[in-house]
């Protein structure tokens, strides 16, 4: 299974959603994780150029509809909410990414 992260160091997951300038992807499978590649984007706070709101949620999930779930230090309601919708799973894990997906690997 495929997990977005969003991270601005690639260590820590350090960011909120709307936040994230890119989405590291790794493959999660029997407790095995791999680097998939880097997947930039516009953050969604914060750029006025990006379109409505609601349109570039939609762009932003689009970027990582092939993900199980999302791994993310803070997300609002309303982006959790589309999440849950396009099957994308939000999670708060403030925490190393090795060990967030450590744990989410051995909860699945």
Known sequence: MRVAVVSSDGKVINQ???????????????????????????????????????????????????????LCARIGSGAEEELRKNGIKPIEAPYFIDEALKIYNSQQ
């Open 16 to 70: 909120h959603f709307r936040k994230a300038s890119r989405f590291l992807i790794f493959e999660v499978d029997c407790g095995k994780m791999r680097f998939i590649e880097v997947r930039e984007t516009t953050p969604l706070c914060g750029s006025a150029d990006y379109g409505h709101a609601d349109d570039a949620l939609s762009r932003t999930i689009s970027l990582i509809a092939d993900c199980e779930a999302v």
